[in-house]
């Protein structure tokens, strides 16, 4: 049995387990992360890493980071939550810890994780799964093996044109998908209807004390829950935009699924069935001609060490 380390490092916490071949995570730790210095996350991941070695003959390291990686999985050149600008991760942690190390983005890692163990573990060609949390991210799966892209930055799904001249999106863009269909979108698709309808959102605003600002993400998932029909109307507005998108990949890539992952999708059948309608009347056209199906990711918050680990086996 072939064992090797996976990190998913994010904003707030760095992650790490160790994995077998079959993708069971059989130790892990949790450290959170200084994510205005450099050198510390650098030693976090260091130390994190010499710990979950410590009892385990491993074989290699895989690192999943919430930036941009170069084409060589070495270098993270940007990374918006983070402090790194150009940082060789993968040397400097190589050398502390003695074994390969590879790096690669958090959302591919994830994707990986959810084609090789997940949701789409019975597909043997393609997959594309876009991941909702705060923003959007993702991953492409083709030939059975992830798309990276010239410079190693492909599958930013994110940022793909929904909307022109839109809401300004962090990219710099107006009018992402990440503004439509993303948890933030969701959020303030409830926050607008509570202010302009504050009678059909009582359980919402019962939760947020009477403050339409003052409406969070797992606010809306409970009120919706519950019935609250502002809060419902929020999530089938992000399902509306999702499911386009999803029916756009199905058009350019024809994958044998899509997954949707992140935080969002606790909120079960609120989320995917506007998804599913949305995009079946994307489809329409398409009615006679086979097409993925779309599910949720299994994984949870494991993918991310879970897929660093699996890349770091292979590559």
Request: glycine share 14%; net charge negative; proline share 4%.
């Amino acid at each position: 049995m072939t064992l090797t380390i996976g990190v998913d490092v994010g904003g707030t916490k760095v992650a790490g387990g160790v994995v077998d071949d079959t993708g069971r995570v059989l130790v892990q730790t949790r450290r959170d992360t200084p994510a205005d210095d450099v050198g510390k996350t650098r030693d976090v991941i260091i130390e994190l890493v010499t710990e979950l070695a410590g009892g385990h003959e491993i074989q290699a390291v895989g690192i999943g980071a919430a930036g941009w990686i170069d084409a060589s999985r070495s270098t993270v050149l940007f990374a918006p939550n983070l402090a790194w600008r150009d940082e060789p991760l993968r040397a400097y942690v190589s050398a502390a810890v003695g074994l390969p190390v590879i790096v690669e983005n958090d959302g591919n890692v994830a994707a990986w994780a959810e084609f090789r163990y997940g949701a789409a573990r019975h597909a043997d060609d393609s997959m594309v799964m876009f991941t909702i949390g705060t923003g959007v991210g993702g991953g492409i799966v083709l030939g059975g093996e992830l798309v990276r892209g010239a410079h190693g930055i492909a599958a930013e799904l994110g940022h793909m044109l929904t909307v022109p001249d839109g809401h300004q999106c962090g990219c710099g863009r107006l009018g992402c998908i990440e503004q439509y269909a993303s948890g933030s979108a969701l959020v303030r698709f409830a926050r607008a209807a509570a202010r302009q309808e504050p009678h059909r959102a009582t359980a919402l605003l019962r939760l947020a004390d009477g403050e339409a600002e003052a409406i969070t993400g797992p606010m809306v998932t409970a009120a919706a829950k519950g019935g609250d029909p502002v809060s419902a109307e929020a999530f089938a507005q992000v399902g509306r935009w999702l499911g386009t998108s999803l029916a756009d990949m199905a058009q350019i890539l024809d994958p044998q699924i899509l997954v949707v992952g992140g935080g969002v999708i606790d909120a079960g059948d609120l989320l995917m069935g506007p998804t599913r309608r949305s995009f079946t009347e994307a489809l329409a056209q398409r009615s006679r001609l086979p097409v993925a199906e779309i599910h949720p990711a299994e994984l949870g918050n494991s993918a991310g060490v879970i897929g660093a680990a699996d890349l770091a086996r292979r590559l």
